[in-house]
């Protein structure tokens, strides 16, 4: 599969890192409103897989079709940004700095959010036959997840809170994993392989992450879902990007880059 060995794909994190600094606003714009609005679609492709077969396993293992296609097509997720960017500012490439970090993060979380909730619109004309008759059991299914994870974590107080933030974390350790496997492999196969296996776990899971809950929520609010705005950023959105932020940075890009680019024993050839 053409395996490329850590301490050269780390690097590649990196270098990934610092070209989308220097890349164009325009241009980081559109590639994350592609990223949230194929993974958005991904999303209903998986729940409608589970509906209809009554299998969640089958649903998870099929859902990671849009992660694949959106990293081939070289589109960005917030989660992915997360993990590569933070890298540029710590190894002080030059031009990088924490004020263009944080802008990035929040254009690419802007076109994100655009592309998954243009996607719930869609899919909710779909699903009502342009809002004339009630949503099928898919759009049912939906409306019911944004209210499960959102007043579900509510009813639980501090200890939700801290629920749905640990979820996040474990979703972007996974995730993350994902973004760093499309750099493993210099051939198609070998880096849809490497991505594949932790989206699927981290769906099958239900781990919390950002930009699937961009397109969930609000299309479950679209469809009746029974909870608020502030309910979907306080009890969702907001502990979840923090979480996807933390468990990326520390439990992938970190430790990949202290052990394989700063602490990696040298090899001599005396």
């Known amino acids: 599969m053409s395996y490329i060995v850590p301490s050269e794909f780390v690097t590649k994190m990196v270098d990934a890192g610092e070209s989308k600094i220097y890349m164009a606003t325009r241009d980081a714009l559109i590639r994350a409103y592609m990223a949230g609005a194929i993974l958005a679609i991904a999303a209903v492709f998986a729940v409608t897989i589970t509906v209809q077969t009554g299998s969640a396993i089958l649903g998870a293992a099929l859902f990671p079709v849009g992660f694949c296609i959106l990293y081939l097509m070289g589109f960005d997720l917030l989660t992915g940004v997360f993990v590569l960017t933070p890298l540029a500012l710590i190894e002080r490439r030059p031009g990088v700095t924490l004020g263009a970090v944080l802008k990035h993060w929040g254009v690419v979380f802007v076109g994100n959010f655009l ?16 809002f ?13 997840i944004g209210e499960n994870r959102t007043l579900g974590y509510k009813e639980y107080g501090a200890a939700g809170m801290l629920t749905i933030f640990i979820r996040g974390v474990l979703c972007n350790w996974m995730v993350s994993l994902g ?11 070998g880096k849809v392989i490497a991505m594949w296996m932790p989206i699927m776990l981290f769906f099958f899971m239900g ?23 502030m309910d979907y950023l306080i009890w969702n959105e907001i502990p979840v ?5 933390v468990g990326g940075i520390s439990l992938t890009g970190l430790t990949l880059y202290t052990t394989h680019v700063k602490t990696a024993p040298r090899r001599s050839f005396n």
Do not use: C, D, R
């Open 115 to 130: 592309g998954a909730l243009t996607v719930a619109l869609l899919m909710a004309i779909v699903f009502t036959y342009g």
């Open 132 to 144: 004339s008759v009630p949503p099928g059991k898919v759009g049912e299914v939906i409306s019911h």
């Open 179 to 189: 973004v760093v496997g499309a750099m493993i492999s210099t051939s198609v196969s």
């Open 207 to 229: 781990f919390e992450h950002s930009v699937v809950n961009m397109f969930l929520f609000p299309s479950a609010l679209i469809m009746g879902g029974n909870f608020s705005i």
């Open 241 to 245: 990007v923090l979480g996807n932020l």
